[in-house]
């Protein structure tokens, strides 16, 4: 007799690619626990059964709606039953247990039920599968956007509670972002078409898009000088006269800090020996620049786009340098 696919024991890597964790976090939870496999082949490598996938599967779902490790693990070896008050009793108020998705990638439900669990292992690991496989523009837009807007909307709904779920999740789509981004890149100098200058205005903490696009720029060869969060007008300008960019991207989330005169005096800033001086072209991101009066500046609304128009920006430029 021949086993179906359900009966055939699973390692414990294709269970950590199932349940949305790493590996790391199941071995952590057989020896901390007690929740690992009722028979080890060889003595040694793990491999999972059906009853064995079952206790994990319910050992996540408390997990995530926030039950502390040790009571999930114990409610999950008792079949998901407990005496006494029920386990939702051990939830924090307001907890929904899971966050508001839609209709999004099978990657973005694991990636949110590995944030709600604090479960930084595979976070990083989840992340940077995604990046891997489809690159940064998709990434971004497919599986690191709609999990983030989903802990946003969760963090708005439940007064301050999941706001450590927000601060993890941010802080290792960061890093996913960074290590995608090359460490350096080719040597420019100002008379040559210069990299691409990437800014927050003055206030503006948010930085995340930026350095999405900062990645993704780097995965097309296009150099770029990153200035992060909240940049003094008079710092920015003096980069820009510095380097001599062939663009410059500015990024504002909301309007009271979106700064149109500062977007303006960069687009006129002059280099370049006389007869020949150049100006970059100043590209705005955000909603904060919304408003008739920002169109006068290329406003791409997607990160595809604007990842489009610097490199085009960088291209046109390098081609006119070489002319």
């Not at 039950?67 to 999950?76: F, S, T």
């Not at 999004?104 to 989840?126: F, I, K, S, W």
């Not at 999740?169 to 960061?174: D, G, K, N, P, Q």
Request: proline share 9%.
């Amino acid at each position: 007799m021949t086993e179906s696919p359900a009966d055939v024991p699973l390692t414990t890597g294709g269970l950590a690619r199932r349940l949305g964790v790493s590996p790391t976090t199941l071995r952590s939870w057989d020896r901390r626990y007690g929740i690992g496999p009722a028979v080890r082949a060889d003595g040694r490598h793990r491999r999972w059964s059906v009853q064995d996938v079952a206790v994990l599967e319910t050992m996540c779902r408390l997990t995530s709606s926030g039950v502390p490790p040790a009571e999930a693990a114990r409610v999950a070896k008792e079949g998901g039953q407990t005496p006494g008050p029920p386990a939702e009793a051990a939830l924090p108020s307001n907890a929904a247990g899971t966050l508001p998705l839609g209709d999004v990638r099978q990657e973005c439900r694991g990636l949110a039920r590995a944030a709600v669990r604090l479960d930084a292992p595979a976070v990083d690991d989840l992340l940077a599968s995604a990046v891997s496989q489809y690159g940064v523009i998709t990434a971004w837009h497919d599986v690191m956007m709609p999990t983030l807007h989903a802990v946003g909307r969760k963090w708005a709904s439940s007064g301050d509670r999941y706001v450590e779920v927000e601060h993890l999740l941010s802080w290792h789509v960061s890093t996913a972002l960074r290590r995608r981004t090359p460490v350096s890149g080719p040597r420019e100098t100002p008379t040559a078409n210069g990299p691409v200058v990437l800014a927050c205005v003055p206030g503006e903490q948010h930085t995340l898009p930026v350095e999405a696009l900062n990645a993704a720029l780097g995965e097309l060869g296009v150099p770029t000088r990153m200035f992060g969060a909240a940049v003094p007008g008079e710092a920015l300008a003096a980069a820009v006269q510095r380097l001599g960019p062939s663009a410059v991207f500015l990024w504002a989330q909301s309007r009271s800090i979106a700064s149109l005169p500062l977007a303006r005096y960069v687009a006129a800033t002059r280099w370049g020996v006389k007869g020949a001086r150049r100006q970059p072209r100043v590209i705005l991101g955000g909603p904060g620049w919304s408003g008739p009066a920002a169109r006068e500046m290329p406003r791409p609304g997607a990160l595809k786009d604007a990842v489009a128009l610097l490199a085009d920006a960088y291209t046109g430029a390098a081609a006119t340098a070489a002319h």
